[in-house]
């Protein structure tokens, strides 16, 4: 059972963010994942240009870390999204990857994978950016099982119940990967988007022929 956790925080080890992120990863690790760490602030993950270039090819037409990260992301069952709230959002690094996705979500590439998102913040928004992480992956098809955020101002205790929960969090999703636990409600939002997704790649047939053609070899058209 593999793992993965990306951090959005561009404060690398000091940051509070990376701290839950880490935290998830040892609740998998006692529950027998193997797990990975990924700072995207230490990557070059470029903005999308909006030029389409990876629906019609299946590659972007930046050169840079994303497609490493994608194939990280592919070869896990479970995906952890961390980050820090910028201005009651996600940070611009944790955007700039989310968006580079957009390619994975129409192909409904993690179909099958369970993940959990985390945040921090000194106050406002920790609610609203974990469930905006958690719909991220539910886009990418994968079945969500929980967050944890925590408003931590300036006391530097304040992360240590967050810690503990995150720890559960990853224990959680230990679990719900060995078990493929259901989530019935969830299904249906998956499959929902699922269709949507399928709708949108028939009618792009000509312009994005490498969507066409994944969806097609796995029988999905
Ligand atoms: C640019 C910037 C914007 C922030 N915006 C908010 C905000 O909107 N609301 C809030 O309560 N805290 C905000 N914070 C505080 C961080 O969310 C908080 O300190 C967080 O724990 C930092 O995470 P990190 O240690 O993982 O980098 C902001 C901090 C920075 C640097």
């Known amino acids: 059972m593999k793992v993965i956790g990306i951090c959005g925080s561009p404060r690398g080890?000091?940051?509070?963010?990376?701290?839950?992120v880490r935290a998830v990863l040892r609740g998998a690790e006692g529950q027998g994942a193997e797990t990975a760490f990924v700072d995207v602030a230490a990557l070059t993950i470029l903005p999308c240009t909006g030029c389409e270039t990876c629906y019609a090819t299946g590659a972007c037409i930046h050169g840079d870390d994303m497609a490493a990260l994608q194939e990280a992301m592919v070869s896990a069952d479970g995906i952890v999204l961390g980050s820090p709230v910028y201005i009651d959002q996600v940070t611009a690094?944790?955007?700039?990857?989310?968006?580079?996705?957009?390619?994975?979500?129409?192909?409904?590439?993690?179909?099958?994978?369970?993940g959990c998102s985390v945040a921090t913040t000194w106050e406002s928004g920790g609610n609203e950016v974990v469930e905006y992480l958690n719909h991220v992956l539910?886009?990418?098809?994968?079945?969500?099982?929980?967050d944890t955020w925590a408003a931590l101002g300036e006391d530097p205790g304040a992360i240590?119940?967050?810690?503990?929960?995150?720890?559960?969090?990853?224990?959680?999703?230990a679990e719900a990967i060995r078990t493929r636990r259901k989530y019935p409600g969830q299904e249906e939002e998956i499959?929902?988007?699922w269709r949507a997704f399928r709708e949108i790649v028939r009618n792009h047939r000509a312009a994005w022929p490498h969507e066409y053609a994944f969806w097609e070899e796995r029988g999905w058209l």
């Open 13 to 20: 080890e000091a940051s509070r963010t990376t701290r839950l």
């Open 93 to 114: 690094q944790m955007k700039a990857f989310i968006d580079r996705t957009a390619d994975a979500i129409h192909c409904q590439l993690l179909t099958g994978r369970y």
């Open 138 to 146: 539910r886009w990418l098809g994968v079945v969500t099982v929980g």
């Open 160 to 173: 240590l119940p967050a810690e503990k929960a995150a720890v559960t969090l990853g224990e959680t999703l």
């Open 191 to 193: 499959a929902e988007n």
